[in-house]
């Protein structure tokens, strides 16, 4: 009996997370910095976004993305942000240097949100500066590419120098996601032991009694990973790649401040 209800705990974990994946949207396929799903710039404006933020993680390490999303739906701002930047795993594994400014156009929201290493240069306060004195204003007047291009410069001049570029690092392929793989790797390691503790007594008692059955049946692994393809469905596409590398695994803890416009 504790073992079914062990088996089905991590099920429905596993589950949990699945249903919760299907509100972010997948890590870019090519990498970009600047995901524009909700169509708010012009190609123009993130083609200039997108080259000045891969030449400073080029040179620094530290990765800035910009995403702009049509809805978060019952999310709070800050929790969408921190989720969606550890699922892509903006930022290096080493320095969980990465930052994400996020804007939510049906819910006219903006925030900041730093990685555990960019926490002591852009504080709570520095961040609450950017959204509430730079974004916020240009945001009400329409301009949301001043308004994201002064953030940005903001952020750059601010964390220049914190972090150097490593010329062996590769970060194609690492990051997002690892959560929850994590999660389906648990679920099966546990219906592989339950299948072989499970069962009837077979030869032999003590220690060794039920281990001399062999791991039988398929292991199903529900679907969905798929509902996100680039360019299309709920989060669209937001432009193509150009020389971004992709994330490195960084991790968030929740730094960062919003505002609304």
């Known amino acids: 009996m504790k073992h079914s209800i062990l088996f089905l705990y ?6 949990a997370a699945l249903a919760q994946s299907k509100d972010f949207p997948p890590r870019p396929n090519p990498p970009r910095l600047v995901n524009d799903m909700a169509n708010m710039l012009t190609n123009e404006e993130r083609a200039y976004l997108e080259q000045k933020l891969v030449a400073y993680n080029d040179t620094t ?25 550890e699922l892509w795993g903006i930022g290096g594994k080493k320095n969980d240097n990465g930052i994400l400014l996020l804007v ?7 925030t900041l949100r730093t990685g555990y290493g ?9 961040a609450k500066e950017i959204t509430e004195y730079t974004i916020k204003p240009n945001f009400k007047e329409g301009e949301y590419f001043k308004g994201l291009n ?3 410069d903001i952020i750059i001049t601010r964390a220049s120098g914190a972090y150097q570029a490593d010329p062996s690092a590769s970060y194609e392929g690492e990051g997002g996601g690892s959560s929850l793989i994590f999660i389906i790797a648990i679920v099966i390691l546990a219906v592989f032991i339950l299948s072989r503790m499970g069962g009837g007594g077979g030869r032999g008692g003590g220690r060794g009694r039920g281990y001399s059955r062999t791991f039988g049946g398929p292991v199903f692994i529900p679907g969905g990973f798929g ?3 680039s360019g299309g469905g709920m989060f669209g ?14 991790s968030f803890g929740g730094g960062g401040a919003s505002s609304s416009w």
């Open 61 to 85: 390490s530290t990765q800035v993305a910009v995403v702009t999303i049509s809805s978060i739906g019952d999310y709070e701002i800050a929790q969408y942000a921190d989720q969606l930047g």
């Open 227 to 229: 509902s996100f393809s």
């Open 118 to 126: 960019m926490e002591h240069i852009i504080t709570d306060a520095k």
């Open 150 to 152: 002064e953030a940005v």
């Open 10 to 15: 991590f099920c429905l974990l596993s589950l």
């Open 237 to 250: 596409g937001g432009g193509g790649g150009g020389g971004f590398g992709g994330f490195g695994g960084g």
């Open 104 to 110: 939510a156009e049906n819910e006219r929201q903006v």
